[in-house]
Nanobody, 123 residues
Framework: VQLQASGGGLVQTGDSLRLSCKTS????????IAWFRQAPGKDREFVAG??????YYGDSVKGRFTVSTDNAQNTAYLQMNSLKPEDTAVYYC???????????????????WGQGTLVTVSS
């Protein structure tokens, strides 16, 4: 199973970006797809996840970010609106199998990871 994240870049406060996570070797059926981010010197933080068609978000991104999938393309997306400087981080997509709901926000539960894509939001 391989995940390929893309779509990061340098934007200004208030701008939007859409990250993509193309998967190969596995469909989304029976899996949890999630986005995490890691800023320098900080732990990896849960951003958004899709578990059994339900979506979950970190408190800092609720109302601004949206996670979705295109099952035909085996691609997950993270639409990020109203970006802030504190959203600056490397964003990773993760794929987990047979996760229970209480594990969705735990990075250690994800078996497969993309390589990360850098998002920089200037003030």
């Amino acid at each position: 199973v391989q995940l390929q994240a893309s779509g990061g870049g340098l934007v200004q406060t208030g701008d939007s970006l859409r990250l993509s996570c193309k998967t190969s070797g596995r469909t989304f059926r029976g899996t949890t797809i999630a986005w995490f981010r890691q800023a320098p010197g900080k732990d990896r933080e849960f951003v958004a996840g899709l578990w059994r068609t339900r979506t979950y978000y970190g408190d800092s991104v609720k109302g601004r970010f949206t996670v979705s999938t295109d099952n035909a393309q085996n691609t997950a997306y993270l639409q990020m609106n109203s970006l802030k400087p504190e959203d600056t981080a490397v964003y990773y997509c993760g794929l987990g199998e047979n996760l229970i709901l209480s594990s969705v926000r735990q990075a250690a539960q994800y078996a497969y990871w993309g390589q990360g894509t850098l998002v920089t939001v200037s003030s």
